[in-house]
């Protein structure tokens, strides 16, 4: 075990950035800590890195507690969301500068610079300044300036945040390799769900400090923990039902709940995959018109609406959309193949506080 | 003159004009006219006049308090920004709002005070005059008073540029196993160089030209504590106008000099922004 | 709010802080409550008897007198300037504000001195003048353009960034809306930057009262005629007049205090609505589940 959080919890004056968060992290993992801004995920990087001091909870590195060992000494490699290059230095001297520290020989220093900068791509580079470069080549400084000293652990804080979209497809995939490349433990932080989907080997997903799930992409977004979750990763249809019978209904749509309360009201949540169309209006079960089309690449996603006026919506391929002659307006039958209770009444609603345990209720195909 | 495709907004005729004319009658004219009377004195004729015996001593005095006077103001003025800045301590408020005083005190006033504390009776003097040290009717005296003239400009000129510093970079050096003082020497100080270097020069161009707060506290004697302002004083009140202006335009001209200087400090300063 | 290690240790802390507030305290708090102390040496009556010697009286008058002249001109100078800086872009800009800043690097001394090369009895204008008996030097007139040349940049210098950073969008929707020249102006331009405007009117009086260098030359220090409040202040410290001096320097060191307690309210004003407008923004940001 690389790094293990035990109960971190951090308060600024009255305000509570983050609550009572455990989990670890293994040697070599490639982690990504997910949440909206405010969600306390920088502030975990940073009680990780030294730079904060927990208000309570430990931090263990390799098993030694590192509560209170000074910044200066944890060994980690911290890449900032604008990089926080030395303007003053050229790349050459930014990338020395831990090994200066570190008093390194001179020409020790020299060697790890040079192989730095060849394997970065920045062969070149060295007597340039920061201010000389763009924001490509600055974030490739930083990461080599951080890596110099061999650190145990590679901490990026927004790694693609400041750099403009078209690169920033080019560094993830980059960053996936380098990661392929030197086996350090990495772990980064970002807002942005489909970045901590394709680069990441699991994904921590925060909110308002609490932690609300960990698990690789596939987990956190075929088995959302919470309603939190599952609205953050990816697109899912939401509905509040009440149960009648040993049904949940709202409108037209019925979901079995056997053994739920007369009464009781139910979210009940289902991806847009989960829903299956046919033109044969005998085939499925509901009834609906496709109201809107919306063109994503290889996949579409279609507006449904159905005869009481709720819409859903749902995902095909364009070869499904072409085999079943769909267009706008055209009258469809479907069904909802897969779903989960996502909370129940008498637990509040308000998805950062919704436990892990109550909402994992499987439906079956209806 | 100005590109009416980028900009409908009325007035700039008007307003234009008006302020080059009161600019030309206020400024430009009464600065040209002094030149002008220059024209019919001889370079030999002018250097003679304007580095008499007496005027070279008020300008080696002048130009040596005032460098002094901005040398203390770069060192401690820096210690003021920097704690006014980064630290929280009680009364702070009162002291960074109490750094524009010397902006907003009439010059006869600190000239007047500063004198009166470093009498053999001041507050200040019955402290210091047993020890030997003079502060008041002599050069000592002019170095204090040129330095509360000029307190400001360095304390003004560094706060911006450290309260925009990136708290990042000091985090990034630290992360990198650097201390303190190492952070300081090798990141902190030689960015905010040029900015001290700045305050310096715009607190020394000030010195060179006040009189007020000085002729107070100085003793004026010859060769000993006159500065070249009070030359300048002193030959027209002998209705050596020719004297006074030789002396004014060497004043001038180091003035402008200085406003250089302190432009391309600034681009240096910048030198590594984009 | 940052962890150990990226912090100075306590001591170099409160260290640091002793050097600064020992210099400013030696510097400038010492001399301020000095003025006021010698001030009232000899008690109220001493304080009050000392203001109401008529030649003093004289100086106070004769120092609103020109402030009276020298600040609304300026003020109508640097609103104009400001107005063709800010809003319009045109060749020469910086020469502009280069010229308008001149008088800031000009020694008073050498102001008071041009003045005296135009219309000195050895100056361009002297003779001419003395023939028809009309006093400049060493009179009001003479004094208000001294006092006009070193207060010259204040009034423009406070507006210009102001009016920059406002730019020019809603004197243009303004004027979409129908609105004429002076309107926009008046009800567009203005309440914007009035705080701005108001800070250089603050800061142009304060010079114009407490102006020594330039004023010294031209005026010809004619007790009770031509002696401003400074001047006042170097006669009767002259004469040995200790509470006198203090006296008269004690109004005007008031007249820096004002002036230093309105800037300060005015920057704390600034920066609670900038708060104010970041709390706002932040809240609107905030994920609404």
Known sequence: MSIELKDISKHFGAVTAVNQVSFSVEDGELMALLGPSGGGKTTVLRMIAGLEVPSSGDIYVRGQRVNDVSVQQRNIGFVFQNYALFKNMSVFKNVAFGLRIKKWKRRDVRDRVEELLALFGLEDLGPRYPHQLSGGQRQRVAIARALATKPSVLLLDEPFGAVDAKIRQELREWLVTLHHELNVTTIFVTHDQEEAMEVSNRIVIFSRGNLEQIGTPRQVYEEPANEFVARFIGVINVLELEVRQGVARLNELEFPAHGVPEGQRLRIGFRPYAVQISSNLQLYRYRATLRHTFFLGVMLRVELELPSGLTIRARMTKEEYAHLGLEDGAYVSFQIRQYRILAKEGMPLAPETASTQDAIVYGEGI | ?274 | MAGEGIQESRLVRWGLIAVAGTFLGLFLLLPLVNVFVQAFAEGWSGYLEALRQPDTLAAIRLTLTVAAIVVPLNVVFGVAAAWAVAKFEFRGKPLLITLIDLPFSISPVVAGLVFMVLFGTQGYFGEWLLERDIKILFALPGIALATLFVTFPFVARELIPVMQATGSEQEQAALTLGANGWQTFWRVTLPSVKWGLLYGIILCNARAMGEFGAVSVVSGHITGLTDTMPLRVEKLYQEYDATGAFAVASLLALLALLTLGFKTCLEWQQQRAYERAQRAVKSADAPSS
Do not use: C
Request: proline residues 4%; glycine residues 10%; neutral net charge.
């Open chain 2, 1 to 274: 003159m100005v590109d009416r495709r980028f900009n409908v907004l009325p007035g700039f005729g008007l307003t234009m004009g008006y302020t080059l004319l009161y600019l030309g009658l206020i400024v430009l004219l009464p600065v040209a006219g002094l030149f002008l009377r220059l024209a019919g004195v001889s370079f030999e004729e002018f250097w003679r006049m304007a580095t008499t015996e007496r005027a070279v001593a008020a300008y080696r005095l002048t130009f040596g308090a005032s460098f002094v006077a901005a040398t203390i103001n770069a060192v401690f003025g820096t210690v003021v920004a920097w704690v006014l800045v980064r630290y929280h301590f009680p009364g702070k408020r009162f002291f960074d709002a109490l750094v524009d005083f010397p902006f907003a005190l009439p010059t006869a006033v600190a000239g007047l005070t500063l004198s009166n504390l470093y009498a053999e009776t001041g507050w200040l003097g019955r402290f210091l005059v047993p020890l030997g040290i003079h502060g008041a009717f002599t050069s000592l005296g002019v170095v204090i008073a040129l330095t509360f003239i000029g307190l400001p400009f360095v304390v003004r000129t560094l706060q911006p540029v450290l309260e925009h510093f990136d708290h990042e970079v000091e985090e990034a050096a630290a992360t990198l196993g650097a201390g303190r003082l190492r952070t300081f020497v090798s990141i902190i100080g030689p960015t905010l160089l040029p900015t001290i270097i700045t305050g310096f020069a715009l607190a020394f161009a000030r010195a060179i030209g006040e009189y007020g707060s000085v002729i107070f506290i100085a003793g004026n004697k010859p060769y000993e504590s006159e500065i070249a302002p009070l030359l300048i004083v002193i030959r027209l009140e002998e209705y050596d106008y020719t004297g006074a202006i030789a002396i004014a335009v060497v004043l001038l001209f180091i003035s402008f000099g200085l406003l250089v200087v302190i432009n391309l400090l600034e681009r240096w300063a910048s030198r590594y922004e984009n």
